[in-house]
């Protein structure tokens, strides 16, 4: 069995032990773990069976697939299922040996499958966006806008550490894994991508655990039971070198004093309504890397969270802090078929002719049935002839644009012959019903911490007050005397050079006259 997490490297086909995503229809996927069959189970003799509306799938149809294989349903046999639902529901003690003798005896050997006559799914290797679709929502999820533009906006590449506060139902965690991976690490002090992972929750946090680990990605993501309020991130006591931080607390604002260069001061800890923080020993430890900008990101609902977290944000000296609200809309691309002649149910919105022939023939048989109708007597004591005005309208329908007759036929033989998914003109629609308002993002970096070292090495550099043709080294009055004397050069350049005067008369100079 691989090691390596599907959700990173999947394979090109489907393997025993590991997560699938069964497609169903555009919004409806639904995940399963395949597991090779071994025999009945849950009363079913084909093994572990995925039942949806399209049908039954067992397991051993979905193995060793092609990822994106589309699955026809097979006929299951739930004989023996029945039998047990039987004997957990009944009061009696009468046929329970025969009955869990005939459920016990569909237990020897799977048995072999007999495709249904309808009904179908697609098999997909699992990925952050698909199983953001499918997982099982223990809390607000962060959905693919979402978090596509937060990894963005706080530089996540492959090779950094992430730390994570409020995993939930471990959506952001999946894409953040992802993001930062750089290859599985070999010992403890090999340095490779990491997502660190607070949950307050306990319940939570122990149905995050056991995803990781069925998704082997507990080398890459390693995952916290904490309060990050009162007790910060350090990992085991020591600082996880984090450079990017995303935080989806309900109180971010009193997170952010533990995510400081430097122990925040009392005024400080006062504006995020946090008490002492409690170090352990003299030395105070920062989460963040100290020679790279930390990039951070919080998640709030409310428009108050973002205003008391700004707040604290700019006394902890945050900068560049910035709030974003992303909206996202579907655009549904497909093709549309128009036409009369076209059935409703393939018919378009759009009810209108497919082109000009067809409007022009239209046009006539609406004008040849207005005629007929003006020709009718209206006092009703005319006989009218049923048979000579059918007449009228066949031969008025058989008429097109050009003067000529065609039937069914004729036009069946005339149309091209174009392929049913190629019908149609290529049109694009948004999706009627919009996505509200999820939550707002708030964006801020933290410059790197500077020492007195690196200043003492900048200013040997470029040492200030010394500089040579710069502004700010002169005084007013120097840069005045300055532009002087290149205005005055300037004109000593424009005056004509003086001739030498010689012992010989001047040429005369020539002039003009008129002729």
Not at 192 to 217: A, P, T, W
Not at 449 to 457: R, S, V
Not at 479 to 502: A, D, T, Y
Request: hydrophobic share 30%; aromatic share 6%.
């Amino acid at each position: 069995m691989s090691t390596v997490s599907p959700f990173l490297d999947p394979g090109p086909r489907t393997r025993p032990n590991t997560l699938a995503l069964a497609h169903l229809s555009r919004d409806s996927i639904q995940p399963v773990y395949l597991k090779e069959a071994s025999g009945a189970i849950d009363g079913y003799a084909e093994g572990a069976v995925i039942n949806t509306r399209f049908g039954s799938f067992p397991h051993s149809t979905l193995l060793d697939k092609p990822w994106g294989s589309q699955i026809r349903a097979s006929v299951v046999d739930t004989g023996s299922r029945g039998r047990k639902r039987k004997l957990n529901n009944s009061a009696d003690g009468e046929g329970l040996d025969n009955d869990t003798e005939d459920a016990g005896s569909g237990i020897a050997t799977p048995k072999d499958v007999k495709t249904a006559a309808s009904g179908f799914i697609h098999i997909l290797p699992p990925t952050p966006e698909l199983w953001t679709s499918s997982l099982p929502h223990r809390t607000q999820v962060v959905y693919t806008p979402d978090y596509s533009y937060i990894l963005h906006r706080i530089r996540a590449r492959p090779g950094m550490k992430i730390i994570e506060a409020g995993a939930g139902s471990g959506s952001f965690t999946h894409a953040a894994a992802r993001a930062v991976y750089n290859g599985y690490p070999k010992d403890a002090h090999d340095a490779k991508g990491k997502v660190f992972s607070f949950e307050f929750n306990q319940d939570r946090y122990h149905k995050m655990r056991e995803e990781i680990n069925d998704h082997r990605l507990d080398s890459i993501v390693q995952i916290t039971h904490r309060d990050v309020y009162n007790n910060g991130f350090l990992v085991d006591g020591e600082s996880p070198e984090a450079e990017c931080v995303f935080l989806d607390l309900p109180a971010p604002w009193k997170a952010l004093p533990h995510l400081s260069r430097s122990k925040p001061t009392p005024s400080q800890l006062a504006s995020s309504e946090l008490g002492d923080i409690i170090t352990n020993g003299s030395e105070w430890k920062s989460p963040l890397r100290a020679d790279r900008t930390a990039y951070l990101c919080t998640f709030s609902p409310c428009i108050e969270q973002v205003t008391k977290t700004v707040d604290v944000m700019r006394r902890l000296g945050w900068m560049e802090i910035e709030m974003v609200e992303v909206a996202h809309r579907r655009i549904n691309v497909m093709r549309e078929r128009i036409g009369y002649n076209i059935p409703a149910g393939e018919r378009g919105a759009t009810q209108a002719a497919a082109d000009v022939e067809e409007a022009i023939k239209k046009l006539k048989e609406i004008e040849g049935r207005f005629k007929n109708q003006r020709r009718q007597p209206r006092d009703g004591d005319g006989d009218i002839d049923m048979d000579e005005d059918d007449e009228n309208a066949v031969n008025s329908d058989a008429v097109n644009g050009n003067g000529k007759t065609t039937s069914p036929s004729d036009e069946a033989e005339e149309a091209p012959s174009v392929k049913p998914w190629m019908a149609g003109r290529l049109i694009h629609r948004t999706e009627p019903e919009l996505k509200t308002h999820t939550s707002y993002l708030v964006f801020a970096l933290l410059p790197q911490e500077w020492t007195e070292a690196q200043e003492a090495a900048a200013f040997a550099n470029w040492p200030c007050g010394k500089e040579s043709k710069v502004i700010g080294s002169l005084d007013k009055e120097a840069r005045k005397q300055e532009k002087r004397e290149m205005l005055q050069g300037k004109r000593r350049n424009k005056e004509p050079r003086s001739k030498p005067q010689g012992d010989g008369p001047s040429s005369p100079k020539k002039t003009k006259t008129a002729s």
